[in-house]
């Protein structure tokens, strides 16, 4: 690529660049002295941000951030040092989390108040991004032996990873079986047959799809079936604004799948996507999108998802499904009372329940297996669950909590709260299949995003899908 | 030095051939499957979408900022400080990260606040869904590239300009030929091996795009942005299909260098070997 | 036929146009990075109200920047200085000595150009996982310990270094390695500089291979830490996006402000 032309100035040699030409050689063992010493160099670093004397990196720093004047105080701080190092004598667990805004903060209050409750464990909490960029950053850990004791996974990619092997099973930990889980919430009520496997998994930030609705748009009863929905989203349609939205997003459509009362995986394990139902549910965003009475929100995963909010706090869509793990988020920022409706019933009443489970990777040593569990029962201890419910609007995962919210009286005062907890009554189980991951990721989200943006045929889109399935042995 | 490459070159490029016949997803043994891997991308048509769009891009790019390169490279070829001025911003953006230029344009061209489609608003235009929309999307991607490499392009040209034989040019000025004619037959044609240089690394470099689809569009919207490499990513990252990646690898360099080949041997006469 | 002097302002005119369309996406960048999330949704397209630092401490607050910068940085510095100290004994081989296998070697060098770090990455990974190496410096740097385009460069500026020198200096008992380490750097000084800077900045601002070869923040780099600053959840803040995407881009934007005649004239250098 680089074929040069005349040189001559080389030769002459005008200027000189000072710091290359100098030896390079004697530059590069330098930089490969301080290439090695890897690990050691963080604490370096963090007993010269310590110092009132300014070291060589304060230095550098301060050059590079003169515009704020508190450099030193910031340089603590910006070092990283302070929040992230273990004081000396506690087991160090490094959590990747995957919980990014209002969520993050709120998990970084807990991760705190648990590091200044106790004096043995340190938990080092570390973002990794939203809950797919995390989940490949663990898989790739795991494969290249750097995986931490403990993160949190959806809950569709758990049989694919305790298939491989790379969950610790949680039975014998202490408490693991008398956790006062909400029985939807555990491993047992989440996955079909889940409480015959040996326990891997336990629920921290769960959650069901529920409706928001604009009060000032709409204060009527919930919509109770599919054409209940569809009327009152062309009552509420008009120039600018859109009477309904919804991700194109495999949740919601394993909603609508099991209201049109089929199965995404049979018992026997085939991969039917929900057979008819799928289809039908697929088409009835397509007919809505096509009466111009449903907004598809534009982007990939949450990209929709954070759209779709932002739509409706905008008063362009009146009513949206997402997450009840945004009540919080949706009632604090919206200038219009935001009322949340539970979702309509087709043939039956059915919600995927969603979010994630805690899991401990086997690959870690036993002392920071242990320490990452005295996190985990902490976070489900009836004050710490309580708070995060109330905080995010993530389900109470356990039924102390769910007591003592009650007892509170904070449902009283936020109903919107309540209702992702009374859906649970018809929450559907996920089906324990390993290939789960693979048929939500690879097969049937670009081929529901495929089919709304194309328009294509659903019943044809949805058989290709069953076809790879097979065709994977999945 | 041969040992390094050989490890760091050649090692990967035999071991990417090796693991492209298994399936293999990292936590689990690898399982050989032969040619399964090939059949299943060619067959997909998903290698050939992203080959597609690869090269539509491509084309793009590299068409664009040629084109943009030489036209301001021609504007900046004179003393002054507005010139001057000109080139280091145009060149600025070549320097900058693509991680600053994605996040920046995403804002940029953000559907609903982004500064671009509030102007469009303003004068009354409708909204442009840039990169929301299955056929703008690939054009936006583009465009933006386009943005952050022309100041490599315009440098090359400059540095052409600069080898030009100014006595050609006065030749034909004494002869009358006006500056649009003196351009079209005396300069243009002199830069041809300029411009070659300029094609076949852009094209390198263009084919090698990752950043900017990682953190604009994901590849999305369905796959419409996808290009190789973020094809290679997503098997490997997102499916962890190693075999698949691996395999997608193999055709990426045989394409590339096929590419590389066909260039060389078209503009054979033109460059110094 | 359009004259001399219409040809002169259109030019200008243009350049003009140019400069603004290349400036003002940092300006609107930098705009952003001043306002208030209120501000970002009332008001998107308006001028900030004031010049606040808000954005800004958010971002030291969420990142560890300095930490992030510093890595950043010595994994850079390390790798184009071990590149500048690998290509030059290349080069020279390349360039001035004689022996068999030149050609061989010359044409495979090229042809390992073709191979870039997107393609690697993929077996370089297992190998690194095999090795335990993954999500550490090493993983970072070395990688990159060879470039062929460093390679080229230099042994093209060698070609202009005329023998006679090289043969003096032996004639005086210099050994090879002096004539290389010691000799040569001064003399092939601007190419040098062009090459660090071009590689530096390169591998500063690349955002690839620190992606795919960390997985948590132990070793992360700048691009990667700013990325993550689209934390999806609550509505994408763009004020701190901003704000961390100019601390990300001034860096780079100071180098080539103070290195800007070495790296023009480098590259502009490579072109026949």
Redesign the interface.
Known sequence: MAEAGGVADAVAGGETFAASSASSRERHAGAAAQTRPKPRVRQRFCSLANDTESGPAIALAMQRRALLRSAAALCGTALGCSAREAPAGRVSVPFWFTYGGRNRATLETLVARFNQAQTDVWVRAIFQGDYYEGLAKLRTALAAGAAPPLSHVVGEVVPYLAAAGVLEPLDEYPGARSLPLHPALGQAGSFIGGAERPLVIVPFNRSTPIAYVNQQHYDGPAPASWSELQGVARALTRAGRFGFGCPIDWWYWAALVGQAGGEIVEPDGNVSLGGAAGVAALELWQRMVGAGTMKQPPGRDYNAWEQLSQDFLAGRVSMIWSSTAFVRYLEETADFPVRALPLPHGQRGAVPTGGTHFVVLKSAARELKQAAWRFVRYLTGADAAAFWSRETGYLPVTTDAARALEAVGFYAQHPNYRVALDQLEVARPWPWSKGLFRVQRELVQPRLEAALLEQLDAARVLSDARQLAREAAL | ??A??CV??????L??LH?SFYDW????PPRFVGFDNYRAIFG?GELLASLGTTLLISAVVVAGSSLLGL??A???H?P?R??A?????????Y??????V???????F??????VN??LG?LGLAPV?W??S?RVAPFTVALIVI?KVT??AM??F???L??LPPEVQEAAALDGA????RLRHVTLPLLR??AA?VG??SL?ASF?L??VV??L???????STTVL?YA??EQ?????R?GR??AL?VV??VS??SL?WLKRRLFREE??A | MIGERRWQHLALGFAFVAGLVWLFPYVWMLLTSFKTPQELVKAPTALPGALRATAYLEVFRALPVGRYLLLTTVMALAIALLQIAIALPAAYALGKLEFRLRGAAFAFLLSALLIPAELRFVPTFTLFSALGLVNTLPALVLPFAVSAFGTFLLRQALLQVPSSLLEAARLDGASELYIVYRLLPPILAPALAAFFLISFVHHWNDYFWPLVMTVDDSVRTLPLGVALLREQGSGVRWHIVMAGNVLLSLPALALFALGQKHLLRGLGRNVG
């Open positions: 030095m041969l390094a490459l760091f070159f050649v090692y990967p490029a071991s990417a693991t997803d990292l936590l689990t997909s036209a301001l021609l504007a900046v004179r002054g507005l010139a001025a000109a080139r280091s911003a145009v060149f600025s953006a320097v900058v990260s693509w991680v600053s994605g996040l920046l344009f995403l804002w940029i953000d559907a609903d606040a982004g500064i509030r102007a303003g869904k990169l929301t299955t943005w100041g490599y440098v090359v400059l540095s052409g600069a080898a006006g500056p649009l004619s091996p300029t240089f076949t690394t390198i090698q990752f950043d990682r953190l569009t994901q590849g999305g919207p369905v796959r490499v290679i990513y490997l990252f997102r499916d962890l190693v990646a691996s690898v990426f360099f590339l260098a590389t460059e110094p």
